[in-house]
């Protein structure tokens, strides 16, 4: 194995292009790596490049960890935060690596896809924004090129004023999503809803926020209606972690909850 | 190749293979053999040190990424055969049995109570969530944290469980 150590974005970026794979908290690749699932042969560490931790307004440098975000994110970024691994993870795992590492069940994508999040790249050819639902094309896969890094997440100028997170599995801690949410709701009533878990990329359940948007204030009917769109909206399947069933049934009462949480 | 770093306040450097863990350096290099490797997936916590003050797991992170970094282990936290408060509480209030997962468990319990040296129960739980003890159940690492966080404030410890704590 070869191990580069850059401290520029720009010495980064060039050794993506020479085919290195980046590291950056480890948390993904280094266990692939302990299994032997993967054997890259070249490497370059990112935890140098200062550039990368930037986080300036709506402009999360790919590098910031789950600890920062934890202690100063919006709010549902900063609760799924909360939830990721434990401490130690929290304090090595970044943003960028979700994104790049595209679980379904990744904690953080279910808030950047409710917001319409944009994913900045770079080569060393120069960089683009790549919004979320072309960025994410399948179980972790995404349209980034082979010569290209993800260099931060960019958020909306503005965010909705109401926000919410929620996440169900086995453990509260140190455990990947059988389901998770976002939901979020601006004062005049738009609504998103994020789901992880329940499809190969995150999703937005569209149909249900349209609904629900153009209610200024929810019913009982509403919220059931609401729910069933979402679990009818998800496309989960059976794996070792939990059964399709479950899971759209878990979806839909996990968006109305959070939903319930914004309207209070 | 080459890496330089700090390790319990010494410099040390060595020439390793870039596939390294942190972990396997700090063992096999170093001989400290205090920090544990249970499950090279960041999942049991026992291979838990400090990074330039924070913890990690050390067996998802190759020793050439700290590179220049300040680390440090278990065996940094008694001084002069003084037990750390925090493994003086783990002694007074039988925080172990098998003793694995200990120092791990102790590196997590210092990081935490170095941020917050009156940690409720609750935030001792979730500061000790990404460390799994399968003999103690946790109950007595939790007073263990408890007793720590004590005499760290230099107050008087609660009285241990068996002698009419709760």
Known sequence: MHFHHPTTLADATQAVAEGATPLAGGTDLMVEVNFRHRRPEHVVGLRKVEELGAWEGNRIGAGVTWRRLEHGGPQALAEAARTVGSPQIRNAGTIGGNVVTASPAGDGLPFLVAVDAKVEVMSAEGGRLVPWDVFFVGVKKTTLAADELVTAIHLPESLPERQAFGKVGVRSAMVIATVGCVVTRTDDGKTTVGLGSVGPTPLRASRAEEMISSVTRPTESDLAEFQKMVSDEARPITDHRSTEEYRRHAVGVLARRLLERCLR | ?166
């Open chain 2, 1 to 166: 190749m080459e890496v330089s770093m700090t390790v319990n306040g010494r410099a040390v450097s060595a020439d390793v293979e870039p596939r390294t863990l942190l972990v396997h350096f700090l063992r096999e290099n170093l001989r400290l053999t205090g920090t544990h490797v249970g499950c090279e997936t960041g999942y049991c916590g026992a291979c838990t040190v400090h990074v330039d003050g924070k913890a990690v797991k050390s067996c998802t992170m190759l020793a050439v990424q700290a590179e220049g970094a300040d680390v440090k282990t278990i065996e940094s936290l008694a001084s002069n055969g003084n037990l750390h408060p925090v493994q003086e509480g783990f002694w007074e209030r039988h925080g172990l049995q098998c003793g694995f997962c200990t120092p791990g468990m102790i590196m997590a319990s210092v990081a935490l109570l170095d941020e917050n040296n009156n940690p409720s129960e609750d935030e001792i739980r979730h500061g000790i969530e990404g460390n799994l003890c399968r003999c103690t159940g946790y109950h007595n690492i939790v007073r263990a944290v408890e007793y720590a966080g004590a005499k760290m404030r230099g107050e008087e410890p609660p009285p241990p469980d068996w002698e009419g704590g709760e």
